[in-house]
Structure formats: C-alpha cells, structure tokens
C-alpha cells in the first residue's frame, strides 16, 4: 500500500525557515510529479508548489521567492524549503504525488497526512 509520510512541520517566528519532507512508502510502478498544497480551516486546499520527475517547477504567486521544491527521485521523497515565512502562510501543509501503483494501472492522485506550519511571534 503506497503511503506519503511527511515530517518538518512546526512553529516559527516571522522570517525564519522550514524545511519539509515527504518521502513515498510501499510498493509502486512508478511516481510522476510532486507537490505541496496548504489549507487554512474555512477554505479550500491550494497548490503551493510542484515539481516534475524532470524538475521543472511551478509555483503559487504569493511564495515565489521565498519558497523552493526540490526532490530526490532515487528516494521518492519530495522537499519544500520555506524562507521569509509570513504569518499568512500558517496553514496545514499536505503532501501530493502522482503515482501509478502497478503497470497495469492508471495514475492516482495520493496525499499525505498534514503537517501543521504556523508562523507567530
């Protein structure tokens, strides 16, 4: 059974940094892009950054800048370094991949459990 185990979430004061992991587990065909999403309590769950098994990138307009993804295909883990940290980016971070479980089946969408990131003085 294919699993996305996060870690690094926690506390941090305004400016300060982050990083977060997310590792796949189990057994799988293969694994296709790799990306974050944040939630807040009230709204809708949005893409923070993704990366391609290629690496190419995409980003939300509000964390360019400050935020770099990266992965690490030879381990199926997928990172998020978070500089500047903001106030407003305080907000349940989930962890998302494409992977494809068999040869035989279609991709499928799989997320992590969350890990809270709050950013207070």
């Known amino acids: 059974q294919v699993q996305l185990v996060e870690s690094g979430g926690g506390l941090v004061q305004p400016g300060g940094s982050l990083r977060l992991s997310c590792a796949a587990s189990g057994s799988f065909f293969s694994i296709y892009t790799m990306g974050w999403y944040r939630q807040v309590p009230g709204k809708q769950r949005d893409l923070v950054a993704s990366?391609?098994?290629?690496?190419?990138?995409n980003y939300a307009d509000s964390v360019k800048g400050r935020f770099t993804i990266s992965r690490d295909n030879a381990k199926n883990t997928v990172f998020l370094q978070m500089n500047s940290l903001k106030p407003e980016d305080t907000a349940v971070y989930y962890c998302?991949?494409?992977?494809?479980?068999?040869?035989?089946?279609?991709?499928?969408?799989?997320w992590g459990q969350g890990t809270q990131v709050t950013v207070s003085s």
């Open positions: 990366i391609t098994t290629g690496g190419s990138t």
């Open positions: 998302n991949a494409d992977i494809q479980p068999t040869y035989y089946s279609a991709i499928d969408d799989y």
